[in-house]
């Protein structure tokens, strides 16, 4: 199993796909939203990612330029092989909600899939926080915001809880973008990182409002979001909230917390929830 693939930061288009991994992520991309669509991806990828041989690939997915690793992150997997599955429904929902001075916060973004949709579509007063944890996903994260004109999307390097402080990072070794501040069983490692309230975050970057947030934080949800809507102002409770969906492993029930503030279900999907307010 590959635990960490080093980050190259030489200038975009060093890996630009050729030969018969550029055939296959052609082909990849064109497949079907369907199980066989997403079975031949599938097979199609492997193929790609052997060939690869550890090495990323620079592309143009959701609208943003990314230098991605198809190896132990399913997320940039997913991204680089078959962006049009990647959360669909959920893009197509916060697509709607997109304007030109959009708030837009992003909790445990990763490698900017969602951040860097919105900065592509939004305007140039929007403004966009990214927030990721682990070291290596987050300088993959930055690198990918740079090599886009978008200059909206600023990135945090911190885990959001329910306190600020630090606080201990538990890994999955097999999927960099699996991390979690609940304590794992899935005998990966853990390291400790500074943490941050929701709240205190908001302050500190001075947002009137949130127009939208994202949140994925691998069953860790509840912590973040329970206190912060006990204690921050209504002003700052996002109009449209996309979280994943991990009810097996919250202790508060966000589907029951959330209509208490106002909010009611819009989407469903396999992997997230949304709600809106009003």
């Not at 991605?68 to 669909?88: A, G, H, M, V």
């Not at 306190?163 to 853990?190: A, C, H, V």
């Not at 909010?263 to 992997?271: F, K």
Request: net charge neutral; aromatic share 8%.
């Amino acid at each position: 199993m590959l635990r960490s693939i080093p980050n190259d930061l030489s200038p975009f288009g060093c890996y630009a796909p050729k030969g018969l991994t550029a055939g296959i992520l052609d082909r990849t991309r064109r497949c079907a939203l369907s199980w066989a669509g997403a079975r031949r991806a599938f097979i199609l990828r492997r193929l790609a990612v052997k060939a690869l041989g550890g090495q990323p690939l620079d592309v143009e997915a959701l609208g943003a330029l990314m230098r991605l690793y198809p190896y132990n992150n399913t997320c940039e997997k997913r991204i680089l092989f078959t962006p049009q599955f990647f959360d669909p429904a959920e893009r197509a929902l916060l697509a709607t909600r997109i304007r030109d001075d959009m708030i837009f916060v992003d909790i445990g973004a990763n490698i900017g899939g969602y951040s860097l949709f919105v900065a592509a579509r939004a305007g140039s007063r929007a403004r966009i926080l990214a927030i990721e944890p682990h070291p290596v996903i987050f300088e993959r994260l930055t690198y990918n915001i740079s090599q886009n004109p978008f200059a909206t999307v600023k990135a945090i390097d911190c885990a959001i809880a329910d306190r600020d402080g630090e606080i201990t990072l538990f890994l999955d070794p097999g999927n960099q973008g699996e991390t979690s501040i609940r304590i794992s069983d899935s005998g990966g490692e853990y390291l400790r990182v500074p943490a941050k309230s929701l709240k205190n975050v908001l302050a500190e970057e001075n947002y009137p409002r949130v127009d939208a947030l994202k949140i994925d934080i691998e069953g860790a949800e509840d912590v973040v979001l329970e206190p912060f809507f006990r204690e921050a102002a209504p002003a700052l409770w996002p109009q449209l909230l996309i979280c994943a969906h991990s009810r097996s492993r919250w202790s508060v029930d966000l589907d029951n917390l959330l209509p208490d503030y106002g909010y009611r279900e819009v989407l469903r999907t396999r992997s997230n929830i949304a709600w809106e307010r009003g």
